[in-house]
Each structure stands twice: as C-alpha cells, then as structure tokens.
C-alpha cells in the first residue's frame, strides 16, 4: 500500500490544490513545471511533490 506522501492525484485533484484549471494543470505536466508522469494517457502526480511545489509557490511569492 502507498504511504500517504507517496498518495498519487490525478490533475482535477491537483487543481484543486492549487486553485487552477485541470487544463493549466495538465499544460504545466507537458511543460515540465509540476513534476508527474503518465499513466495510459493521463498526467499522475505524486502528493509529496505537489506539496512541494505549493510551498516553493507560496515562498517565491511572498519573497517577491
């Protein structure tokens, strides 16, 4: 079984969690922003990653 870090999303979970579109999330997939992999032919992403990128987003944003 999966730790939960290790839990995977699919990208309208991902949007969720980072308050954007499914399509912008998947868009960010192809272009190698949010870390994921496919499964048949659809983006997965591992949670401890998006966890990850929400909180160097979070930081980026505030240092700005």
């Known amino acids: 079984m999966l730790e939960r870090d ?7 979970q991902v949007a969720v969690i980072l308050d ?3 399509d912008t999330v998947n868009e960010f997939a192809r272009k190698n922003i949010l870390p994921a992999f496919k499964k048949g032919k659809q ?8 966890s990850v990128f929400f909180k160097k987003q ?4 505030r240092d700005a």
């Open 20 to 22: 954007m579109s499914p």
């Open 6 to 12: 290790e839990e995977l999303l699919n990208s309208k």
């Open 43 to 50: 983006w997965r992403f591992r949670k401890r990653d998006i």
């Open 58 to 61: 979070s930081r980026d944003i």
